[in-house]
């Protein structure tokens, strides 16, 4: 057998590296986050005492020259980059992930830079329409911003810059395993970007554990459950699930399709498009070393990447 090319080889070697840092990140950043006092608690009021609200604090940025969220491209199908954000904040120091944290000034320029590029965020209910209903999409090229975990962080620095450009975002939700003392979103503050800034809910399960291996009972739990549970607090269709660390596999996707989830996202890079497996789609996370000119490259060079596989082969 000849020798994979040498692109393919470090695509595979970036994703292993990818899913190590994920299954260890899931651990770090939110089973141990109250027993080890994370520097996130810090930005939130600190450890076991509850924070009072705090308004969003604006982030300066100027007016994009991207497209006008009021228009209405013409229908074409179309592909998507979606992009993956953890902590809206800078990294602490000693923080052991810190290419999970996005400083809000950079994040707000990365924003920038996107819609100076044509690109218009839209949620992925809106992709699907799209896709299956022949809806139109805002003018520009269609990206979704993504957050996971539900860092309070996103509600108070990432979603007033998103509001201004008019762009929604879509938070992956986690029921449980980050407090608002410890840096997590408030039931208020989703119902705040749910309501007022157009924001997409979907989740990664109730506690995010990884799903691979886990029994029909506790997969059971983990996605009808959970959604159903979101459901009835949030009172949104939660049509789409994340999956913790990025791993799946055929048994995982029997479950989400059981359970109503229109799809799901996974860690392998590229474009989601209409042919692709909606329980595999590609998501780009992004680093505080993607300088905002990086970012907009970076996209652009996922868009040929093969689609993620459908059976999640780990």
């Given at each position: 057998?000849s ?33 080890a ?42 592909r ?19 290419l999970?944290y996005?400083p ?21 209910d ?12 805002p ?23 998103l ?19 410890n ?40 996605t009808?459950?959970t959604r159903?549970?979101i459901?009835r ?7 789409w ?14 479950a989400?399709?059981?359970?109503g989830?229109?799809?799901s ?5 590229g ?26 490259a ?17």
């Open positions: 057998m020798e994979p090319p040498a692109s393919a080889r470090h695509r595979e070697a970036r994703l292993r590296a990818v899913r190590r840092r994920r299954r260890s990140a899931g651990l770090a950043l939110i089973c141990a986050l109250a027993g006092g994370f520097a996130i608690a810090a930005t939130s009021g600190g450890v076991g005492k509850r924070p009072e609200r705090r308004p969003k604090t604006p982030v300066t940025v100027a007016k994009a020259h991207g497209p006008d969220h009021r228009c209405f491209a013409p229908y074409r199908l179309e998507a980059p979606i992009l993956e954000y953890h902590v809206i904040a800078p990294a602490p120091p000693g923080a052991p992930f810190p999970l996005v809000p000034s950079l994040f707000a320029a990365q924003m920038h830079a996107l819609a100076g590029a044509g690109y218009h965020a839209v949620t992925l809106q992709l699907w329409a799209n896709w299956h209903e022949r809806k139109r999409l003018c520009g090229k269609p990206i979704v911003v993504s957050f996971d975990n539900g860092y309070e962080t996103q509600f108070q620095y990432a979603a007033p810059v509001k201004r450009l008019g762009w929604p975002g879509v938070e992956n939700l986690q029921l449980t395993g980050l407090s608002w003392a840096g997590g979103i408030s039931h208020h503050e989703i119902r705040e970007l749910i309501r007022d800034d157009r924001w997409e809910l979907d989740t990664q399960g109730y506690d995010h554990t990884g799903m691979v291996g886990l029994d029909a009972a506790a997969l059971r739990f983990q009808a459950t159903r549970k459901q607090i949030f009172h949104v269709p939660v049509n699930f994340c999956y913790p660390s990025g791993e799946y596999n055929p048994t995982v996707i029997a989400l399709q059981a359970a989830f229109r799809g996202t996974t860690e392998y890079w474009w989601a498009g209409p042919q692709d497996n909606p329980y595999a789609l590609p998501r780009m996370e992004v680093h505080p070393t993607q300088s905002p000119s990086q970012l907009v970076d996209v652009a060079a996922m868009a040929p990447d093969p689609p993620p596989p459908d059976a999640g082969a780990h």
